[in-house]
């Protein structure tokens, strides 16, 4: 069943849902693409601050005091506000906090596991701790190449996520602006489409496919479209079999190669009441519309229709009519012929006071032959009748010659 919506309204709903469904697509790809750039900005960013406050010589001195956060608690929060980090830690291998935001928070046990960075290596990922969920990045301290703390450093996951939604309405405002784009680019390229295909409808192309197929396969009738430049665009397949060849071996080729000089000369002149052409056995009656108009290359049309069986019925009536013709000429009536009157006298001068049924199996004819050939031999006064009553029932007709002539019958005009 045929669609309610016009082929303008089917490209424009399909091309608008691409867009929108691409432009979405792309859309997340590109907020999840950008909070790992978020995220990854900031681990480089904590990761420089976590390694630079590790390898102070201050901090690290500051380890031996009898109280290291008088001097690594200032410091820590001079580097945190200036990082703008969520919190800078600085603990020691038991895990004691010489710094936290929360001054209170200083001398207790950090509240996450310190083993990585205690074991020497760096440490980055998302922990719950005093200040609440957090990125963050935690690396060993150094001193003499052995690890005598921790240095922790991080960014509230409801920082992350703020950032990152901020972004999200500019992403999402340059979605909206590329769907409305796309889809106005969609209308014109709809357009552009309805254009090149004369604003037709799907039934309307459905219906040229199947003529266009009716013409290829079905007609009896060859059909060779030729372009301006006289190269063969369309041959359906009663063309081909009447050139013997192929649909494929001509489309393509230039008149001049592939079909016969006539067809060409009637296909370049146009030919509009038919023309009759001889091609191998066939006789093939061709019309054109003409290769030119008004002095310019057009693109033509060339009808071929096969009337070899047509030709050879008129030969053979034209025979007939000549036969008949001929024995008009002769005096003969329809129906007899010269040599079966020649060889029903000749038996009649054999057999003189013969009946017709006599003559007939002298000859091989039925009865009825050999009495119309006799009546004729008597009208034209060159055999006569007589009845026989010696026979029982109905008088017999008995026909005698009146000469002995058994040559050619020539009658008189």
Known sequence: ???????????????????????????????????????????????????????LPTVINAFDDADPSRVIQPIAEVIREASDLAYVVIANEEGIRYSHPNPDRIGERVSTDPSIPLAGEIYVGTQTGTLGTTWRVKVPVFDSGEVIGTASVGILESELNEEFVNNLFWLTGAMVTAAIIGVFGSTWVTSIIRRRIYRLEPHEIAALVKNRETTMHRLSEGVIVVEHDGMISLVNDAAADLLDSTADQLTGAHVDDALPAELVRILNEGESAGSPVIIGPRVIVARSTGARVDGEASEATILLRDHTELHDVVRRVDAADAIIAFRERQGLPKGLSAETLDRVAAALAQHPDASASEVGDALGISRVSARRYLEHLASIGRATRALDYGTKGRPSTRYRMLDATTGPTVVPR
């Open 1 to 55: 069943m045929a669609s309610k919506m016009t082929l303008r309204a089917q490209f424009l709903v399909l091309q608008a849902l691409i867009v929108c469904v691409v432009t979405l697509a792309a859309g997340i790809i590109t907020g999840v693409l950008h909070e790992q750039a978020i995220r990854d900005a900031y681990k480089d960013r904590m990761q420089a601050v976590a390694q630079s406050i590790a390898g």
